[in-house]
T-cell receptor, first 114, second 110 residues
């Protein structure tokens, strides 16, 4: 099983809403990532969790709040987003944070902020 | 340069070979990756190559690595219409960081 599962696939939210994106993997990977991808652009790293601890925050605004409840799950809590936050949010995982092996991506959550 | 560079567009006919090129930034990158992204979908890992290798072959895919020139290429043999997608090369710049190129859109016509 080399699958990273993200839910929901699509999300439309208002600027005052609170929502969460979820990501799950059962490959025993100990590093998990959130990326943001705008249309026609490459993915940009947001957060890295390694062994359930936040190891990298790429200066992401506090309206995005990551959480790693256990080694298989990664959440991204959203609050007071702006329309420019609309994008494809991709979760990825790898065996460890050294990226010495493959990094697998999920299918993404297409987020629209209205 | 500071960016991972890729040509933006490639058009081929079905059955031809496709070659997608990438120039990466850091000669100390340990792993280099090729990802495929179909419209509206996530990134599918196609293959990766370790920096001490010159070539890696996996079915229709051949990856060539020229470390001296920091040049990476992906050759797709017998290209099919289902190969139409955006292809990203990515390098591991160190701890936990994957840096992507801007992506090459491959269009395969019948």
């Amino acid at each position: 099983d080399t699958e990273v599962t993200q839910t929901p696939k699509h999300l439309v939210m208002g600027m005052t809403n609170k929502k969460s994106l979820k990501c799950e993997q059962h490959m025993g990977h100990r590093a998990m990532y959130w990326y943001k991808q705008k249309a026609k652009k490459p993915p940009e790293l947001m957060f890295v969790y390694s062994y359930e601890k936040l190891s990298i925050n790429e200066s992401v605004p506090s309206r995005f709040s990551p959480e790693c409840p256990n080694s298989s799950l990664l959440n991204l809590h959203l609050h007071a987003l702006q329309p420019e936050d609309s994008a494809l949010y991709l979760c990825a995982s790898s065996q460890d944070g050294q990226l010495n092996t493959e990094a697998f991506f999920g299918q993404g959550t297409r987020l629209t902020v209205v | 340069g500071e960016d991972v560079e890729q040509s933006l567009f490639l058009s081929v006919r079905e059955g031809d070979s496709s070659v997608i090129n990438c120039t990466y930034t850091d000669s100390s990158s340990t792993y280099l990756y090729w990802y495929k992204q179909e419209p509206g979908a996530g990134l599918q890992l196609l293959t990766y190559i370790f920096s001490n290798m010159d070539m890696k072959q996996d079915q229709r895919l051949t990856v060539l690595l020229n470390k001296k020139d920091k040049h990476l290429s992906l050759r797709i043999a017998d290209t099919q219409t289902g190969d139409s997608a955006i292809y990203f090369c990515a390098e591991n710049l160190g701890y936990s960081t994957l840096t992507f190129g801007k992506g090459t859109m491959l269009l395969v016509s019948p």
